[in-house]
C-alpha cells in the first residue's frame, strides 16, 4: 500500500514539474514572439512561421499519410500540433473555434480532445496529452493562426493553434 501511495506522488509530483516546465517555456516562446514582432515587424514574423509551418510539413508529405476525411469539406489542413493531414473547410474551422470559444468565455476548459471532436479528427483519447492540455478560461481564446503552403501543387492550411495552449 505503502508503494502504491508513493508511487501516486511520484506521478503528481512529475506532472507539477512538467506543467511548471511547459509554463517557462510558454513565457520564452511569447518573449521570443514579441522580441521578434518588435524588432523585425509582424511580416517578417508571419515569413518566419510560414518558414516552419513548410518544414513541417516537409518532414511529413501529405502522401506518406493517412488523410483524414472529415465530412466538412475537401480542403486539405495540417494540424500542425500532432502532424495530422485532414480535409476540412477554412470555414467549419473558424466556426468550431468559435464555439469552444463560447464555452470558454461561459467558464469552461477546453481540451485538446474538445477541439478534434469540433474538427471532426480522431481524439487523442488513447494517450494522456488529448485530456491534459488545452485552454482555460481567463487566459486568452484559442487563437489559430492558418498558413498556406503547397503539397505537390495541392494549397494545403496548416493550422498552429499553440497560442494559449497550456497543461490543464
Known amino acids: 500500500m505503502l508503494y502504491i501511495a508513493y508511487s501516486y506522488y511520484s ?10 516546465l511547459c509554463n517557462i517555456l510558454k ?10 514582432v518588435s524588432t523585425y515587424g509582424v ?3 508571419e515569413a518566419v512561421k510560414d518558414a516552419a509551418a513548410r518544414l513541417r510539413v516537409m518532414k511529413k508529405p501529405a502522401n ?15 494540424d500542425s500540433v500532432y502532424g495530422r493531414y485532414f480535409y476540412s473547410d477554412i470555414e467549419k474551422i473558424k466556426q468550431a473555434i468559435n ?5 470558454l468565455s461561459d467558464g469552461k476548459t477546453v ?13 487523442l483519447s488513447d494517450i494522456s496529452q488529448g485530456g491534459a492540455i488545452g485552454w482555460k478560461p481567463g487566459n486568452g481564446a484559442i487563437d489559430i493562426s492558418y498558413s498556406s503552403q503547397l503539397i ?4 494545403c492550411f496548416v493550422l498552429d493553434y499553440t ?5 490543464l
Open 111 to 123: 481540451n485538446l480532445n474538445d477541439l478534434y471532436r469540433e474538427l471532426r479528427l480522431p481524439d
Open 43 to 45: 511580416r517578417k514574423e
Open 27 to 36: 513565457e520564452a516562446f511569447d518573449e521570443y514572439r514579441s522580441a521578434a
Open 11 to 20: 506521478s503528481e509530483r512529475k506532472n507539477a514539474d512538467l506543467s511548471v
Open 64 to 78: 506518406q499519410c493517412n488523410i483524414f476525411d472529415t465530412g466538412l469539406g475537401q480542403t486539405l489542413c495540417y
Open 99 to 103: 464555439r469552444l470559444n463560447n464555452h
Open 152 to 155: 505537390d501543387e495541392t494549397p
Open 163 to 167: 497560442r494559449n495552449l497550456q497543461p
